[in-house]
T-cell receptor, first 115, second 113 residues
Framework: NAGVTQTPKFRVLKTGQSMTLLCAQD?????MYWYRQDPGMGLRLIHY???????AKGEVPDGYNVSRLKKQNFLLGLESAAPSQTSVYFC??????????????FGQGTRLTVV | GESVGLHLPTLSVQEGDNSIINCAYS??????FIWYKQESGKGPQFIID?????DKRQGQRVTVLLNKTVKHLSLQIAATQPGDSAVYFC????????????FGSGTRLLVRP
């Protein structure tokens, strides 16, 4: 059981380049999330999805887009990368249907550097 | 907006001692709280959770205490081990969007041998 898998694990982008981060989960979870984590800080929610075909904005959505075409996958896109988007990105998933199913399972993270 | 915060950014303890990591939350409507452990280079890992109708919950070597009067949450680790060295986050879940977790900024726990 792989859990939550993120690809790639590391990436360096030039300012203005675009890229897509892929998150895949094999736990049949309805809810998926993208967080960013900056040095010395907690995780901030970028976007989330409560089910296939649905997405919503989190705390820091600007500069990112997401898609949830399949239940098991949640894609995070950067259309025009900026140095301020240098961060570690974590994907998570949860059952989320009741409050006791809020426990989120996290991927290993993607370290993105924008130069 | 309201957020979850922590009192101490770094906590250093002697191996074998008990550790107490604190967290303050500001939203009295929060119904559910989780502690996560994050080791270097890894994603956060669930440790223990507690609902707002409880004051205390125990796991293996860990205890979470919730004081709703002062909106305070703590994680107690008994007989701290080197493997406990990590960053610990508390997270709260709001009643109107229980599937969305709001994370605090984290406390780094360092265990001295």
């Amino acid at each position: 059981n792989a859990g939550v898998t993120q690809t790639p694990k590391f990436r360096v982008l030039k300012t203005g380049q675009s890229m897509t981060l892929l998150c895949a989960q094999d736990m049949n979870h309805e809810y998926m999330y993208w967080y960013r984590q900056d040095p010395g800080m907690g995780l901030r929610l970028i976007h989330y999805s409560v089910g296939e075909g649905t997405t919503a904005k989190g705390e820091v959505p600007d500069g990112y887009n997401v898609s949830r075409l399949k239940k098991q996958n949640f894609l995070l896109g950067l259309e025009s990368a900026a140095p301020s988007q240098t961060s570690v990105y974590f994907c998570a998933s949860s059952l989320g249907q009741t409050i006791m199913n809020t426990e989120a399972f996290f991927g290993q993270g993607t370290r993105l550097t924008v130069v | 907006g309201e957020s979850v915060g922590l009192h101490l950014p770094t906590l250093s303890v002697q191996e074998g001692d008990n550790s107490i990591i604190n967290c303050a939350y500001s939203n009295s409507a929060s119904d559910y709280f989780i502690w996560y452990k994050q080791e270097s280079g890894k994603g956060p890992q669930f440790i223990i959770d507690i609902r707002s109708n409880m004051d205390k919950r125990q796991g293996q070597r860990v205890t979470v205490l919730l004081n709703k009067t002062v909106k305070h949450l703590s994680l107690q680790i008994a007989a701290t081990q080197p493997g406990d060295s990590a960053v610990y986050f508390c997270a709260e879940s709001l009643m109107d969007s229980s599937y969305k977790l709001i994370f605090g900024s984290g406390t780094r726990l360092l265990v001295r041998p």
